[in-house]
């Protein structure tokens, strides 16, 4: 491990999850901090970090790697926070959804190399109890460096996130934003919007939308149950890719409506054939498994 002091900002599941993941490894020492007083408390109570410091700069001072666990909304402000105690040749990187706007807040303020990076991993559990350390074993993580990032510090961080189970992918920026919109931005704001559905039907349906939720409807509120703040964050700083993406989708969904309208039935089979398709690729690729139910035990 090139890196043998690493800070993480922000002790959520992310950070909870990467700091149990290099303790439990023996590469690093861990210093954590982060803005909540109380999750601080709880991190020491349970040896999440090597040390939990009380502010950021402490948490920084001594660090090779410096990761922000923090929304993508506050990047800007952290590294503010910051920026005065980083040693010189501290690699700045984070795990926000967002590439491009991190990049671009974090290069306002800091003159460090900064290779933003995206861990294509998580649950919609949050706080430090949240983590654990296998989240990132066989997942995806996104590197968009700049183009002027160094290629050792692009080789060091590659073997960071290797070292702690992830597969690593190069990408552009730009272009990271745009597939992330559709595969994550956009579910999660489907989710989000057919939940508050719902909840508006709810009195009309006699609570019987909450009551039968055994169907799809159980699979999107565990969606939708994510942190709120992380997600408007992430809408607003994707924007121009959520609201293209929204777009396309807005498009596809009037041309379905029209075929259950006018029931052209091989319309829809045709549909549904292709998506089942494209479920059972993502088994095939590992992003997840073949258990029946989703692996639900009841």
């Not at 290797?162 to 597939?179: K, P, S, Y």
Request: one cysteine or more; proline letters at 5%.
């Amino acid at each position: 491990m090139a890196f043998e002091n690493i800070a993480i900002i922000g002790l959520g599941l992310i950070g909870s999850s990467l700091s149990r993941a290099i303790i439990e490894g023996g590469f690093s020492t861990v210093c954590g901090y982060d803005a909540n007083p109380d999750v601080r408390k709880r991190a020491a109570e349970i040896s999440l970090c090597t040390n939990i410091t009380d502010n950021p700069a402490e948490a920084v001072q001594n660090a090779d790697l410096v990761i922000l666990c923090v929304p993508v909304g506050a990047m800007g402000s952290v590294a503010a926070e910051i920026v005065e105690y980083l040693p010189g040749h501290a690699i700045i990187s984070d795990v926000g959804s967002c590439k491009q706007s991190v990049y671009d807040a974090l290069r306002n303020v800091l003159p460090h190399t900064i290779i933003p990076a995206h861990p294509v991993a998580g649950t919609e559990e949050n706080g430090p109890d949240s983590g654990f350390a296998s989240l990132f074993t066989g997942r995806w993580c996104i590197l968009t460096p700049p183009d002027d990032a160094p290629i050792l510090a692009l080789e060091n961080l590659s073997q960071f996130w290797q070292a702690i189970g992830a597969n690593v992918e190069i990408m552009d920026a730009r272009h990271h934003d745009m597939v992330l919109a559709v595969t994550s931005h956009l579910p999660h704001l489907i989710a989000y919007t057919i939940v508050g559905t719902a909840n508006d039907l709810e009195a009309v349906t006699q609570s019987e939308v909450i009551k039968y939720s055994a169907g799809g409807f159980r699979d999107f509120t565990r969606i939708a149950a994510s942190d709120p703040v992380m997600w408007r964050d992430i809408f607003l700083s994707n924007k121009d890719a959520v609201l293209e993406m929204l777009q396309r989708f807005s498009e596809d969904l009037t041309a379905l409506q029209r075929a259950i309208r006018y029931e052209k039935g091989d319309e829809l089979e045709a549909l549904f054939s292709r998506t089942r398709e494209i479920r059972r690729s993502i088994v095939e690729q590992g992003q997840d498994d073949e258990a029946p139910n989703f692996g639900r035990k009841h």
